[in-house]
């Protein structure tokens, strides 16, 4: 969260890292946080071109669409692997809870939109 004297707190503080800003715009755009909203890409919000024009009209650099969609597939590849880790620990014992015994169906889910986002199927 930002504020006028910049960072005031961070929401998902366990995956906080600095790094490019395209890949928040991967992350938030990944089709997994638009809960059956998939005609708006943006967290299931709202469309890209008001997220780019929002973000370089707040002073943010101009938005390359193709390094988005880069960052969008690697975000998916991520979310995977966060899916298959937290079903390992379900099923090894090690944090049993049924929220993540459902993340090995989320996997196959996630494997899907990202080959169809790869064969450029959809975004």
């Not at 071109?49 to 193709?66: C, H, I, R, S, T």
């Not at 809870?97 to 959809?122: H, K, Q």
Request: glycine content about 12%; proline content about 4%.
């Amino acid at each position: 969260m930002l504020g006028p004297a910049g960072i005031v707190a961070v929401l998902d503080w366990e995956c906080a890292h600095l790094g490019p800003a395209l890949e928040e715009f991967g992350w938030l755009c990944m089709r997994s946080w638009r809960y059956g909203q998939v005609d708006k890409p943006v967290g299931g919000m709202g469309q890209r071109a008001e997220l780019y024009a929002a973000y370089e009209a707040n002073g943010g650099a101009p938005v390359d669409d193709d390094a988005v969609r880069w960052w969008e597939v690697f975000a998916t590849l991520r979310w995977a692997v966060i899916n298959m880790m937290q079903v390992d620990g379900h099923t090894s014992g090690v944090r049993r809870s049924l929220p993540f015994a459902c993340c090995g169906r989320n996997t196959a889910m996630i494997e899907y939109d990202m080959l169809m986002m790869i064969d450029g199927r959809y975004r």
